[in-house]
């Protein structure tokens, strides 16, 4: 288990051979791995004791990034979240993709959140899309801190970055069917339906 202070380049390997961390987001401290690799999305879902059928939110560097998932914007859906990405609002899409069921759980759709922080932009950019649940277990506070993390996942996890206190509500979540904008979330950023 390795401490860091910042993103630093060696994390882009570890992330993209599986291994699983705590780093701060746009949000939270979230638990991360690689959402394109099913042993680290497992990996997060035991550590967290996260409920099995409750898919992730998957932060992404650009729009570019859904073309992974097999996700095609329409101009009217683009338009729409063009008001709040990136920044700190995760957008649940549909996603029917077999390949995906691991991050899916059964819903058909995926949660993706578009960060407005440079520093987590350029580690996604060249570590790929990230699974980012908050660094808890499921139901307990969401760690402010480093030392609240460590007390969750103590050495059972690859590295920590630790960035100080972040004390933040988490990303407000909604979901577009059918052109119509749902928050299904409040959070971070309010917004009218």
Sequence with gaps: MKMYK????????????????????????????SALREDAVERIYQLRQRDL??????LISSLADLEFFGIVLDDEVREKIADFWPG????????????????????NSLAFRWPDRSDLLELLDKAGPLVAPSANIEGLAPARTITEAQNYFG???DFYVDQGEIDSPPSTIVRIEDGELRVVREGAVEIKE
């Design 88 to 107: 700190q609002v995760s957008v649940i899409l549909p996603c029917a993709s077999e390949k995906f069921q691991y991050l899916q759980r059964g819903q």
């Design 53 to 58: 059928n409750k898919p992730p939110i998957i």
């Design 6 to 33: 910042k993103f630093e380049p060696e994390l882009i390997d570890t992330i993209k051979s599986g291994g699983v961390g705590v780093l701060p987001t746009d949000t939270l401290y979230g638990l991360v791995g």
């Design 155 to 157: 050495e059972q996890i």
